[in-house]
């Protein structure tokens, strides 16, 4: 109602402005449908999501991105240097690192630290203020742990505990440390990491990203449990138990690989042997050494009819190969797919029907040759199936294969070929005489299925 004094907008800012109840966001609605020209608003809020649609798109939406730590730690060393504050390097990065991007955060935890070291900031009071001092024993801790040493890593849990660390905090640093080190295995460099600890994570980072990630998960899912615990610090030795215990379980690929090897070597042990006759007894003796795959087409020869040659007495059965390298090559031979379709082909043969859909659902295929493919996976598809192709070709062929994932735009999908086909064969249907007089009283009809009756 009242027009600025001395400029020309009266500039109205609510802070935290999702606290408004909805009652009040809906008197709000109509002045911001409507503003005066000479008001201004501006909403300030940390909780977007809690803001009714109605208001978000009546206003301009500007995102205020964190602060980093380097530009973070120039900006606190300015204001000590304009403020005759000294302080040591590590304090400064501890408080732009517990800041978590934010100026205003970082300059209280400043002022903090100046008031208690009466403007000589020193690493060792900063760390108490921040609950981190001891960090290196919360990375010796987990190291323990990884290491499956429940015994020391409980006698260090209580040690920290008895220094006045709540469980919540120590289990916050558990979680740092292992961001820290499955980054370091990801990016191997990470120049945020303070000069004094990075030896010791990159000793954690040596577990394994697997061994980190199962910590993380257990980690994540103690903080819940803190919460509602009647006891913390009995919550977080059980935490410290468990993560001893999930180190010693093997990783998932490795388990899936186990089972695959069992499964293998069930079906070979369970294929019948051929019996000895005194015809055949010292070929089979030169076999004996042989490796399974060459066992395997063996079996094959002699269950099919075209690759034996019978003689005028049925018990005995003559190879047509006299010896294991040449039946292995011959083998290979038939058995290597030449192009795309024939190895499909193949995986169906061997009862790989769930490989067979993924790849002809979500694979683009970029080139072939035998024993090597390149493809490009469409968005969210699982890249293990790459490795389950290399695995299982290599036990069907008995060769390797590499199989690499692209970025390059490669061919369609082998379901989006057939789904064209189809396209381009209703289309054509459509065009028929009479299926068009159909279509023309019956606009909403569809060519749903095409059956061939030859």
């Not at 920290?160 to 191997?188: F, R, T, Y």
């Not at 388990?255 to 010292?282: C, R």
């Not at 058995?335 to 009862?351: G, H, I």
Request: with cysteine; aromatic share 4%; glycine share 2%.
């Amino acid at each position: 109602m009242y027009s600025p004094n001395s400029a020309r907008f009266k500039v109205y800012i609510i802070d935290e402005v999702h606290m408004l109840s909805n009652a009040a966001f809906n008197a709000l609605l109509k002045t911001l449908e409507e503003p005066p020209e000479n008001v201004k608003f501006i909403f300030a809020t940390t909780e977007i999501k809690k803001i009714p649609a109605t208001i978000i798109s009546r206003c301009q939406r500007f995102d205020l991105q964190r602060v980093d730590i380097d530009t973070l730690k120039s900006h606190l060393s300015k204001i000590c240097e304009a403020e005759n504050i000294k302080f040591e390097n590590d304090s400064i990065f501890q408080i732009c690192k517990a800041s978590e991007g934010s100026v205003r955060d970082a300059l209280s935890l400043l002022d903090q630290a100046a008031s208690l070291c009466q403007d000589n900031i020193k690493d060792e009071v900063v760390l108490n203020m921040l609950g981190l001092n001891g960090y290196e024993k919360n990375i010796q801790l987990i190291e323990l742990c990884l290491s499956n040493n429940c015994d020391k890593a409980l006698k260090l849990y209580s040690e920290i505990i008895d220094n006045g660390i709540q469980p919540a905090q120590i289990i916050s640093n558990l979680l740092e440390v292992c961001h820290l080190a499955s980054k370091l295995n990801v990016i191997k460099v990470d120049t945020n990491i303070p000069e004094p600890i990075q030896k010791d994570i990159l000793n954690i980072a040596s577990f394994g990203l697997p061994k980190l990630v199962k910590a993380w998960q257990i980690l994540i899912k103690s903080i819940e449990e803190l919460r509602y615990a009647p006891n913390e610090e009995q919550s977080g030795s059980m935490t410290i138990i468990k993560l001893c215990f999930a180190s010693t379980l093997p990783d998932p690929a490795e388990l899936l690989d186990k089972l695959s090897n069992d499964t293998n070597n069930n079906e070979t042990s369970l294929k019948p042997k051929i019996t000895e006759s005194p015809e055949n007894k010292d070929d089979l003796n030169s076999q004996q050494n042989s490796d399974v795959s060459i066992e395997k087409e063996i079996q094959k020869i002699i269950l099919e009819p075209n690759n034996i040659e019978r003689s005028e007495n049925k018990d005995n059965l003559n190879l047509q190969h006299n010896s294991d390298v040449s039946i292995e090559d011959e083998t290979k031979k038939n058995q290597t797919p030449t192009n795309f379709n024939e190895m499909l082909d193949l995986l169906l043969e061997n009862k790989e029907a769930l490989l067979h859909a993924q790849l002809i659902n979500n694979v683009h295929l970029i080139s072939y040759k035998a024993g090597f493919i390149k493809v490009r996976l469409k968005a969210n598809t699982d890249i293990q199936i790459l490795k389950k192709l290399s695995v299982t070709l290599e036990q069907i062929t008995n060769d390797k294969w590499s199989v690499l994932s692209s970025e390059e735009e490669g061919e369609k999908t082998i379901v989006d070929k057939k789904n064209i086909e189809l396209d381009e064969a209703k289309e054509k249907i459509k065009s028929d005489k009479e299926v068009a007089e159909v279509f023309k009283y019956f606009p909403e009809a569809e060519i749903t299925s095409i059956k061939d009756n030859h």
